[in-house]
């Protein structure tokens, strides 16, 4: 298989690899680049155990081949934190109880880190949609949904 070079900003650092052609986002940055908070959970798309932001967008990083992220800045919850303290929403997953298992967790941050970026103070209804393409076993949800809301007011309590 031929050998391709992606370049792409991963978490604020220039990351420059060669990859096999046809390699999937999520394998590159587990395999190559050592970025393990992106779970292979469905490699279908289903699950969004894999979610990621590239250039401000949501997107499933087992459905997306690394070579199109050339030049791309790419975000995983490897990234939110700052100087060792836990961004926002990590916080609030944390004390809301919000992680069991932890599979599904990278996926519903990075879902909720694109809905509050776009949407600071998002409904109950907003928070739910923009998690609907994450699954989860274990929490029933409620946690979650919560853990984005107190986020958002968190926010917007620090932005006042």
Do not use: W
């Not at 289903?46 to 070579?67: H, N, Q, Y």
């Not at 599979?103 to 694109?114: D, E, L, N, R």
């Not at 776009?118 to 949609?129: F, I, K, L, Q």
Request: with cysteine; glycine share 10%; net charge negative.
């Amino acid at each position: 298989m031929a050998k391709v070079p992606v370049q792409f900003t991963l978490n604020g650092a220039e990351k420059a690899e060669f990859i096999d052609s046809g390699t999937t986002l999520l394998h590159a940055l587990r395999d190559k680049i050592g970025d393990t908070s992106p779970k292979g959970g469905c490699h279908q798309g289903t699950c969004g155990a894999c979610s990621v932001i590239i250039d401000g967008e949501l997107r499933l990083s087992c459905l997306t081949l690394a070579e199109t992220c050339n030049g791309a800045a790419i975000t995983t919850t490897s990234g939110l934190s700052e100087g060792g303290v836990l961004h926002p929403l990590q916080r609030a997953f944390l004390d809301a109880f919000a992680t069991q298992c932890g599979f599904c967790t990278p996926g519903m941050i990075m879902a909720a880190k694109v809905l509050l970026d776009h949407t600071p103070n998002p409904s109950r209804d907003e928070v739910v949609e923009a998690l609907s393409g994450n699954i989860c076993r274990c929490t029933g949800y409620e946690p979650i949904i919560q853990a984005v809301l107190t986020a958002a007011r968190s926010n917007s309590q620090n932005a006042a």
